[in-house]
């Protein structure tokens, strides 16, 4: 500001000396002097100090451990004017080694691939390999036709190629003290009163800041990650190699295993059903066997001429009863036959009945369901209630055993709430009459 005042002063100076001389002049022509316009002095501003522009952009710089501010170079703005913009040069110095972390390159799971053909027929449904040893489609079951896991003898190596393969990499992105530049805008004002610069705003690129801020350190690398370099993925393909030629040899060995054990089920299979259709057989003949011994027994109990006697009682009241067979039919499953019921010390009175006798056994023996119609009876038998009966449901429900006797119990189809109501009966075969 002194340089500015010293000026200022001998262009007053000048100018006096200058009015002076036009005076004199105008004595000399008789005119007046004209008046010399005032030219204001021009403003100089003072250039803004670094150390300003430096303190404001560490107030905005963050990029974290991975390098730290050096120095700025701050460009020399307009003296003229008390606005300053201009873009500073921030010179930064890296901490560490720094690392850029990336995907896997491409090649390493190109290389990995080999082995998916082998991992494929490992996790094949055992169906796939019953078809081929000639299993029909009836002897797979839904869970045969699922997919399998890798066995545990193929997961673990298979989950170490993935990783070789897959795993990120470091790549080198800057060596410790190497230098960075970034540019900042910064914005500024000069204060008349203060008589210094003020700094406004400062704009970072914030898109490389944070791509500065996303690199590692070489002290904070993740253990077991590799650094990429010709020799590291030199050696990393190798390792996948031997791995996938022991991923290869151990698949190999496990699905030879699951061909032998699809021929093996499928022999068992073959066994197990020839057994059954034998046994099926044997079952079908036994129980035509049987069949036939319970056919000929009831139609050797139930043909026509043959005799039943035997008793009935109630309570302590009992008798003698008979039951005679006219005429006998074998159907399919069963044998109808029809006959008289009479009381054994009275055969003139008798009561027509039919009967069926069904060929399927129970535990107590075949049944008989025997229908009582009309007849002639000993009305003064306690057996006249079932021969009389108003509803005409008299009837017997009986079991014919394999030996040959013929039990159960004479009643109505009305008793059914009274069944002390109804008689025990049996019988055995008599001499034909």
């Known amino acids: ?6 000026f200022t002063t001998a262009f007053a100076t000048a100018s006096l000396l200058l009015l002076s001389s036009c005076q004199d002049e105008g004595k000399n022509d008789g005119k007046s002097p004209e008046p010399t316009p005032q030219v204001p002095a021009a403003s100089v ?6 150390d300003a522009v ?11 451990s991975v390098a730290s501010f050096r120095d700025c170079t701050v460009p020399v703005g307009d003296a003229s004017s008390p606005a300053y913009e201009a873009d500073v040069v921030v010179n930064l110095v890296l901490s560490d080694d720094v690392y850029a972390k990336q995907p896997a390159p491409a090649f390493l799971n190109d290389e990995r691939k080999a082995v998916n053909a082998q991992a494929n027929r490992a996790m094949t449904p055992e169906s796939v390999y019953l078809l081929q040893v000639g299993a029909p489609e009836d002897v797979i079951t839904e869970e045969q036709r699922k997919t399998c896991p890798l066995p545990e003898q193929l997961a673990p190596l298979f989950d170490e190629l993935k990783q070789l393969a897959e795993a990120p990499i470091y790549v080198p992105a800057g060596k410790k003290g190497d230098t ?8 500024a004002v000069y204060d008349e009163v203060s008589k210094k610069w003020n700094v406004t705003a400062v704009s970072l690129p914030e898109e490389k800041l944070a791509g500065l801020r996303g690199l590692v350190p070489a002290a904070e690398r993740e253990e077991g990650l590799r650094v990429q370099t010709p020799e ?10 031997g791995k996938i030629a022991a991923f290869t040899t151990a698949a190999e060995e496990y699905i030879r295993g699951r061909e032998q054990r699809a021929r093996e089920f499928w022999v068992a299979e073959q066994a197990r059903r020839e057994e059954q259709s034998l046994a099926a057989a044997a079952a079908a003949t036994d129980a035509e066997a049987q069949r036939a011994a319970a056919r000929k027994t009831c139609e050797e109990a139930l043909t026509a001429g043959n005799v039943f006697s035997g008793e009935w009682h109630r309570s302590n009241r009992f008798g003698e009863l008979s039951i005679q067979i006219d005429a006998a039919k074998p159907l399919d499953d069963s044998i109808h036959f029809f006959g008289k019921l009479y009381d054994t010390k009275l055969p003139v009175a008798k009561m027509d009945i039919e009967g069926r006798c069904s060929l399927t056994k129970d535990d107590a023996g075949f049944p008989i369901d025997i229908t009582i119609y009309d007849g002639r009876y000993d009305p003064d038998q306690p057996t006249a209630e079932v021969f009389d009966s108003a509803s005409g449901d008299g009837g017997l429900r009986l079991h014919l055993t394999p030996e040959g006797k013929i039990t159960g119990v004479m009643t109505c189809d009305s008793w059914v709430d009274t069944p002390e109501k109804a008689f025990n009966v049996s019988f055995s075969r008599s001499k034909k009459k």
């Open 180 to 187: 960075v530049s970034v540019v900042a805008r910064v914005s």
């Open 1 to 6: 500001m002194k340089r500015q005042t010293v």
């Open 45 to 50: 501003y003072p250039a803004i100090g670094t």
């Open 232 to 241: 590291v993925m030199d050696e990393l393909r190798t390792t996948i190699q």
């Open 54 to 64: 430096q303190n404001a952009v560490l107030e905005k710089l963050d990029v974290g």
